[in-house]
């Protein structure tokens, strides 16, 4: 029912089940975003005429609004950024490098929260430590602590959602302890957004990264959440035009957050477009989403169920959106090509987390991924061109 | 047979099929003809670069033409590795050497693998090539890896 929001359900018959490589866009935001192009585009923060006035108001509009969506004190606590690997690098560099001994992420992550902490010179056990996961890929709570102990100035750094796997880690208890041993704790929220409210208060996280493609915004947008206290201490990531407040030859002085953050000019279109996106949701409601998602979710789970031969890595509890499994014996690319050429469209791979799959001794899996405009009639699709694939590849 | 009437071939019976997901499963049927590669040979140093399933490609001289045996964890790769090795088994170090790499193109299999498959396929071509190459040179047996 929601698809009809979504112009690329109307172009495309193929059974979209890939929400956590991306999202589809509703018409709101293309619309938004063809608006800035195509009637006041201009740059913001820098001239002083009617359009590009109105860039920089709807742009810093956008600001706030996510500020209020995700409950934060004050609107220099958002940053925009590419993405949130742009705002986990940006961290790394400008806060966590010189500041802390250990960082402390969880078996779960993907690339973005793995690779730039090598990119430091950290490795396991060497200025980097990973927490456990239980059997059903649950954070295991006490090798966590343990690690806390071990390891005085931590910088905690752990996902809200598996990509892969769906899973939901329980960060209010893992920000309570971080906050106990005096680790500071950033959370990557890439898929949160897009299946549950964030609320960076109640959580009491110190910084947040969030993706606006994931969620139902345009790509090349994102933010990171800073807490306040923390902004004195963040270091500029880039320098150059919109961050400073005077500059001669021999020094530059900086604006105040968010400002001295964004360097450049940012993406405008993108960032208006995003708080679109959250306007959208904000309509349809979290609970209706929480609603609609976990029923499809154990539908799903129930239907692979019933298929021989299938591998799941965890079970449903605390999980929403991503679902992962194998076929004994079957090569999970091998399916995702023939469930292609059958227009069905899930991601079969490592789903850039290839130290959880080296765990569990995998070289990928087929990933469905479900968003709020998937129905039960996408996930029948998907069973009778699973089944077709596997007659196919066993004889 | 040569490369040529080879080529044909397989390009026109993989014309027979105009829906793709009858072609794959006929490149599949084909995968299953592959012959056994001895176990032994599915060492990582015959893995072939670029594939993002594992195949291992080994390679035998008789004769002074060369014969190509491969496994690969992938059912659709198997099928894919048995045309190429059809393609370039049975020919001399020379004649390997002088088909240009765009036979992926004239084998119309990139509209239907993947970009990462048809690295995988580029990968398998180029071994195959190094092989003949260094046969070429030397002039004797490329069973090294056994």
Not at chain 1, 191 to 213: G, T
Not at chain 1, 342 to 369: D, E, F, W, Y
Not at chain 2, 23 to 48: A, T
Request: glycine letters at 6%; charged letters at 25%; one cysteine or more.
């Amino acid at each position: 029912m929601y698809k009809q929001y979504f112009e690329y359900f109307s172009n495309n018959k193929s059974v979209y089940l890939d929400n956590a490589a991306t999202t589809q866009k509703p018409k709101e935001v293309l619309h938004e975003m063809n608006e800035y192009y195509t009637k006041y585009c201009a740059n913001t923060h820098r001239s002083n005429y009617s359009n590009a006035n109105k860039a920089t108001t709807l742009y810093e509009n956008s600001r706030t609004y996510l500020k209020e969506f995700i409950n934060a004190k004050t609107e220099s606590e958002i940053i925009f950024t590419k993405g949130v690997t742009e705002s986990i690098n940006f961290i790394a560099s400008s806060f966590v490098q010189e500041n802390f001994d250990t960082v402390i992420i969880s078996e779960l992550e993907h690339h973005s929260n793995i690779v730039p902490w090598h990119m430091q010179g950290r490795k396991l056990h060497k200025g980097l430590e990973v927490v456990k996961l239980d059997e059903n890929l649950n954070f295991d709570l006490k090798h966590f602590e343990k690690l806390l102990k071990q390891h005085a100035n931590s910088f905690v750094s752990i996902s809200h959602l598996s990509n892969a796997f769906g899973k939901i880690l329980p960060i209010k208890d893992i920000v309570k302890l971080s906050h106990k041993y005096k680790a500071v704790v950033l959370v990557d929220g890439a898929q949160s957004l897009a299946h549950f409210k964030v609320d960076v208060k109640d959580l009491n996280v110190d910084f947040y990264a969030i993706s606006s493609h994931k969620t139902f915004g345009p790509t090349g947008t994102g933010a990171i959440y800073v807490k306040q206290k923390h902004l004195n201490k963040l270091k500029p990531y880039q320098t150059g035009g919109a961050t400073i407040n005077d500059v001669s030859f021999s020094k530059s002085t900086f604006l105040d957050s968010p400002f001295m953050y964004e360097a450049g000019t940012q993406n405008i279109a993108g960032v208006i477009g995003f708080s679109e996106a959250l306007k959208f949701l904000e309509n349809i409601g979290y609970e209706q989403i929480h609603k609609v998602e976990k029923e499809l979710y154990l539908y799903l789970k129930k239907e692979l169920e019933g298929i021989e031969d299938i591998i799941f890595y965890s079970d449903s509890k605390k999980s929403i959106g991503s679902l992962s499994f194998n076929i004994k014996g079957l090569n999970h690319e091998d399916i995702g090509i023939l469930l292609d050429k059958q227009n069905i469209l899930v991601r079969c791979g490592h789903h850039c987390a290839q130290p959880i799959m080296k765990k569990l001794k995998i070289q990928g899996t087929i990933r469905v991924s479900l968003a709020f405009y998937n129905d039960k009639y996408d996930i029948n699709k998907f069973i009778v061109a699973l089944k077709r694939a596997i007659d196919i590849l066993k004889d | 047979m040569g490369i040529d009437q080879k080529l044909n071939q397989i390009v026109e019976d993989l014309g027979l099929f105009e829906d793709d997901l009858e072609k794959y499963e006929y490149i599949i049927d084909l995968g299953k003809q592959l012959k056994k590669l001895d176990i032994c040979h599915e060492r990582d140093e015959n893995l072939v670069q670029g594939c993002s399933s594992k195949v291992w490609l080994i390679c035998e001289q008789n004769k002074g033409k060369l014969f190509f045996h491969a496994n690969s964890n992938a059912q659709i790769v198997k099928g894919l590795v048995y045309i190429l090795i059809k393609l370039f088994s049975n020919l001399t170090p020379r004649e390997i050497l002088n088909i240009n790499l765009d036979i992926l193109q004239n084998l119309g299999l990139s509209e239907i693998i993947t970009p990462n498959r048809q690295s995988g396929v580029i990968g398998m071509i180029k071994r195959i090539k190094e092989y003949a190459q260094a046969l070429n040179k030397v002039g004797k047996s490329c069973n090294h890896n056994n």
